[in-house]
């Protein structure tokens, strides 16, 4: 069966630091990666998405950055955070694209504080 | 633009009794809709997925329908358990064409169930 794992669970950081936080995926290759964010009484915002190693695709223009080195590995990155980037953050996957939208699967989440 | 509202945006019942939450989109072209729960700081949780076709789909004590015509869709909550207590997020998938999935999501209903 395939699992999805994020950390840290919740992080508290100052203005100005740098963030970095992960996921991976078991159970599956090559699958859609994605990042999003979820702020106070919003909906969920897609970040970032990826359809393989190396491939980012930017939905919203920000302070944060993605990448891909392994293919079941997906990192969000920022050189110094803003207090706008507070928030819930989950990574998802989904089975390859290939024309049809396939169920996405959710993370645990990380709690981002940014004080 | 693509758009998903949802109603009520929070609604408390009592133990046992059932409940309707309701989803209207402006999602084109449509290609599915989904209803996810999403416990407090936890990742969603797939309940359902219908395609255009699909009118009904059930899910133990949830029970989702659409009306592609009126781009309606309700969940609707038999004999509410305390562990039914959470956010639920009505997410519609359009065809994207090779992007990212063309998800939007609804902001979500939050439910409270009072013993």
């Known amino acids: 069966s395939q699992t999805i794992h994020q950390w840290p669970a919740t992080l508290v950081q100052p203005v100005g630091s740098p963030l970095s936080l992960e996921c991976t995926v078991e159970g599956t290759s090559n699958p859609n990666l994605y990042w999003y964010r979820q702020a106070a009484g919003r909906g969920l915002q897609l970040l970032f998405y990826?359809?393989?190693?190396?491939?980012i695709s930017s939905e919203v223009p920000q302070n944060l950055s993605a990448s891909r080195p392994q293919d079941r590995q997906f990192i969000l990155s920022s050189k110094k955070l803003l207090l706008s980037d507070s928030g819930f953050y989950l990574c998802?996957?989904?089975?390859?694209?290939?024309?049809?939208?396939?169920?996405?699967?959710f993370g645990p989440g990380t709690r981002l504080t940014v004080t | 633009k693509n758009q998903v509202e949802q109603s009520p945006q929070s609604l408390i019942i009592l133990e046992g009794k059932n409940c309707t939450l309701q989803?209207?989109?402006?999602?084109?072209?449509?290609?599915?809709l989904r209803w996810y729960k999403q416990d407090t700081g936890r990742g969603p949780v797939s309940l359902t997925i219908m395609t255009f076709s699909e009118n009904t789909k059930s899910n133990g004590r949830y029970t989702a329908t659409l009306d592609a015509d009126t781009k309606q869709s309700s969940l609707h909550i038999t004999a509410s358990q305390l562990s039914d207590s959470a956010s639920y997020i009505c997410?519609?998938?359009?065809?994207?064409?090779?992007?990212?999935?063309?998800?939007?999501f609804g902001k979500g209903t939050h439910l409270i169930i009072q013993p």
């Open positions: 998802a996957w989904s089975v390859t694209w290939t024309g049809t939208s396939y169920e996405q699967y």
């Open positions: 997410v519609v998938s359009a065809w994207s064409g090779g992007g990212a999935d063309g998800l939007t």
């Open positions: 990826s359809v393989g190693i190396g491939q």
């Open positions: 989803c209207n989109y402006t999602v084109s072209p449509f290609s599915n």
